[in-house]
């Protein structure tokens, strides 16, 4: 009797898999090109209210400097009668800039489970909460003579901003195909540097027009008006589809899986990547998700989690989007007038954003390494540079517009290898399971970094002074030989591919051979809920 019910229990596990491969089959085209229209339109709508708020909320900082310190110091003494020293409206400011690090590492922390329960793109959209909320205390702080609004506020939109650096790239890299992959999920620097260099511009201080939102009657409405591209997403984003291996892998919806991929592609989803997807669903079939703290646990994976650690960590302690929170006391330490400071501001910002677009160019031909490691290797010396130019601009009169040629230099050094390579790093190298756990750690190791360098970048330039750079340069340098020596090259491989080369690093000096990648299976009406909380 049992043998009876298990011949039949066999019968019909064969033929659904038949029924699954002919109905996965009929929608799957063989080597037909598509348009990668609509997925550059995705790219850009999910961008504008994404990391695009990431730089414009570090740049926009810059411009009202002065006036939200008069702001403070004049709330202090409407309140308790009392002038605030130099020093003491110095750390409120501070605490203003660098608060939005703590937010940005609280927004880091829960953004895979919201990615994860919501999915990626709705997690995009419920990410405008924050951002409204935090438009909404900057704009009216003002009126009700409230600085704490203010901190607030950047609490609000550091968080999101921190989710949106964790899930977009996650998105891209999930939606774009193999070939596609690191130049989509680039597009987040690209978007980033846009950010600054339009939070510069709209911030401008201008002697002649009264209106720029840089001056002192507007500088209310500049907090507040990262709204805008918060509310082009909102209007854009939900006509494109959720990401297919999402679909296909967390919710176990295969014909929504195809949809979105036929939406992406612009023609009949291609027999290789969709194989490609299923393999990555076989293999996750079965496991629960990966947590933080486990991955830390876990040989498979330890030197994916101390590479995207030690790179996150260095994107920040290079002190590149210091130069961003800061850009009036390094100028001001580099000899350069205070007139003309936030003119130069702004071509620091375009300077970067010019190097993502080349870099976007060159990621697929050139690798991720070769960009990463070179990005570096350049920071190291234009840093040593800078710090000779600083110690002779008062013996050498041209050495002041030498140093300031360096910090152009220095970031676009930054641009051209580190901005955008390493938020690629966490979708190439960890498996769907491990992927939305990998990125709360990048990005809060990212945050917390930031939060740090925002507290001591000041202080670092006033005491060190023309040896500012020096600590930099070392950060710089460590990194380069790290991704020299560590890190494998991913460009063009599959994850399976990229995995058994960690598995080698994971295993060294052991006869321990790779685990046979399983054969990749299509599922019927069988949800795999592999990365649920």
């Known amino acids: 009797m049992n043998q009876g019910l298990k011949r039949s229990a066999v019968i019909f596990l064969l033929n659904n898999?038949?029924?699954?491969?002919?109905?996965?089959?009929?929608?799957?085209?063989?080597?037909?090109?598509?348009?990668?229209?609509?997925?550059?339109l995705?790219?850009?709508?999910?961008?504008?209210?994404?990391t695009l708020q990431y730089g414009y909320n570090l740049a926009i900082m810059n411009a009202p400097t002065i006036y939200i310190q008069n702001f403070v110091n004049e709330t202090f003494r409407e309140r308790w009668d009392v002038q605030l020293k130099n020093y003491q409206v110095?750390?409120?400011?501070?605490?203003?800039?660098?608060?939005?690090?703590?937010?940005?590492?609280?927004?880091?922390?829960?953004?895979?489970?919201?990615?994860i329960t919501f999915g990626r793109k709705k997690t995009?959209?419920?990410?405008?909460?924050?951002?409204?909320?935090?438009?909404?205390?900057?704009?009216?702080?003002?009126?009700?003579?409230?600085?704490?609004?203010?901190?607030?506020?950047?609490?609000?939109?550091?968080?999101?901003?921190?989710?949106?650096?964790?899930?977009?790239?996650?998105?891209?890299?999930?939606?774009?195909?193999?070939?596609?992959?690191?130049?989509?999920?680039?597009?987040?620097?690209?978007?980033?540097?846009?950010?600054?260099?339009?939070?510069?511009?709209?911030?401008?201080?201008?002697?002649?027009?009264?209106?720029?939102?840089?001056?002192?009657?507007?500088?209310?409405?500049?907090?507040?008006?990262?709204?805008?591209?918060?509310?082009?997403?909102?209007?854009?984003?939900?006509?494109?589809?959720?990401?297919?291996?999402?679909?296909?892998i967390d919710r176990g919806d295969k014909e929504a899986c195809i949809n979105a991929l036929r939406r992406l592609r612009g023609c009949e989803v291609q027999r290789s990547e969709l194989d490609e997807i299923l393999q990555e669903q076989a293999e996750a079939k079965g496991l629960r998700p990966s947590r933080p703290w486990e991955l830390f646990a876990d040989r498979n994976v330890r030197w994916q989690v101390i590479s995207i650690i030690t790179l996150s960590s260095?994107?920040?302690?290079?002190?590149?989007?210091?130069?961003?929170?800061?850009?009036?006391?390094?100028?001001?330490?580099?000899?350069?007038?205070?007139?003309?400071?936030?003119?130069?501001?702004?071509?620091?910002?375009?300077?970067?954003?010019?190097?993502?677009?080349?870099?976007?160019?060159?990621?697929?031909?050139?690798?991720?390494?070769?960009?990463?490691?070179?990005?570096?290797?350049?920071?190291?010396?234009?840093?040593?540079?800078?710090?000779?130019?600083?110690?002779?601009?008062?013996?050498?009169?041209?050495?002041s517009y030498l140093s300031m040629a360096c910090i152009f230099t220095y970031i676009l050094s930054f641009g051209m290898g580190p901005a955008g390579v390493t938020g690629v790093l966490p979708t190439e190298i960890f498996s769907q399971t491990a992927r939305p756990a990998a990125y709360m750690i990048a990005g809060s190791m990212m945050w917390i970094n930031l939060f740090i360098m925002g507290m001591i970048f000041p202080f670092l330039v006033s005491e060190l002074g023309e040896f500012c750079f020096v600590p930099f340069a070392a950060v710089c340098f460590l990194s380069a030989l790290y991704v020299g020596l560590v890190l494998p090259e991913t460009k063009g491989k599959t994850l399976s591919a990229i995995a058994n080369e960690f598995h080698k690093l994971n295993y060294r000096g052991q006869d321990k051979q790779g685990l046979p990648a399983p054969q990749a299976q299509y599922q019927l009406g069988e949800v795999c809920h592999s990365t649920a909380l």
Request: proline share 3%; with cysteine.
């Open 42 to 50: 995705m790219v850009t709508s999910c961008a504008i209210g994404g």
């Open 90 to 115: 110095t750390l409120v400011w501070t605490c203003i800039v660098s608060i939005y690090s703590l937010g940005g590492l609280a927004g880091a922390l829960i953004a895979g489970p919201m990615s």
């Open 17 to 40: 898999t038949k029924y699954n491969f002919r109905f996965a089959m009929s929608h799957v085209g063989v080597d037909k090109k598509g348009n990668d229209l609509n997925l550059m």
């Open 124 to 248: 995009m959209l419920l990410n405008n909460i924050f951002l409204m909320l935090s438009s909404l205390l900057a704009l009216t702080s003002r009126a009700a003579k409230s600085f704490e609004m203010i901190i607030i506020s950047r609490v609000l939109v550091g968080i999101n901003a921190g989710i949106s650096m964790n899930v977009q790239p996650m998105y891209f890299g999930e939606s774009a195909p193999k070939h596609l992959r690191g130049a989509a999920s680039l597009s987040s620097a690209i978007f980033t540097a846009f950010g600054v260099v339009l939070g510069q511009v709209v911030g401008l201080r201008c002697h002649v027009s009264r209106e720029i939102l840089g001056s002192e009657p507007c500088w209310q409405y500049l907090l507040a008006s990262n709204a805008i591209p918060g509310l082009i997403q909102l209007l854009t984003l939900p006509w494109f589809p959720e990401s297919p291996r999402y679909l296909l």
């Open 314 to 399: 260095a994107m920040q302690l290079c002190g590149n989007d210091s130069i961003y929170f800061y850009a009036y006391y390094v100028f001001k330490e580099s000899g350069i007038s205070p007139d003309m400071i936030q003119y130069i501001t702004i071509c620091t910002g375009t300077c970067e954003f010019t190097a993502c677009i080349i870099c976007n160019l060159l990621i697929e031909r050139q690798g991720r390494k070769i960009l990463l490691m070179g990005g570096y290797v350049s920071m190291t010396g234009w840093a040593i540079v800078f710090t000779i130019a600083l110690c002779f601009e008062h013996k050498v009169e041209w050495m």
